[in-house]
């Protein structure tokens, strides 16, 4: 828990130095794009776990996650196409095929049932996935 809660407040103090950044520099508009934001966490502790540690880092889900003005959910290839999920082609990824899957659902429950959320499911071509993040940002641009 202590690691985690490190994490989310560099998580918090990197954002938040970021858009202070972005406000501050000229009239114009700027796009931050994040990927992963304390909210993270509920894929590896409970929801009151993660509700105790914004509590410890004066923080709270509702601000963290209204902070954003959208939110993408990739969802995980291994839910989509569990053959094509691999651990050979990204020497980083330790988890089977369930795990990843679980922790996957458990990140969209929580983001999915934001306003704000587009899921984007996973896809047999990355190229496609990321023609569907373009068009998702470009959707709040327009």
Do not use: W
């Not at 794009?33 to 509590?55: V, Y």
């Not at 569990?82 to 922790?103: E, F, G, M, V, W």
């Amino acid at each position: 828990m202590n690691f985690l809660e490190l994490i989310a407040k560099i998580e918090l103090y990197l954002s938040n130095l970021l858009i202070e950044q972005a406000q501050n520099s000229n009239n114009e508009k700027k796009m931050i794009l994040f990927d992963k934001c304390p909210i993270d966490n509920i894929a590896f502790i409970e929801k009151d776990e993660l509700t105790n540690m914004f509590k410890n880092i004066n923080t709270s889900f509702d601000e963290i996650i209204n902070s954003y003005d959208l939110i993408l959910h990739l969802e995980t290839i291994a839910k989509s196409y569990p053959k094509l999920y691999t651990n050979d082609n990204n020497k980083n990824r330790t988890l089977d095929k369930d795990l990843a899957i679980a922790r996957n659902n458990r990140l969209l429950e929580v983001y999915g049932q934001n306003s704000k959320c587009i899921v984007i499911e996973g896809c047999k071509d990355i190229k496609e996935k990321q023609e569907k993040v373009i068009k998702a940002i470009e959707s709040i641009l327009i």
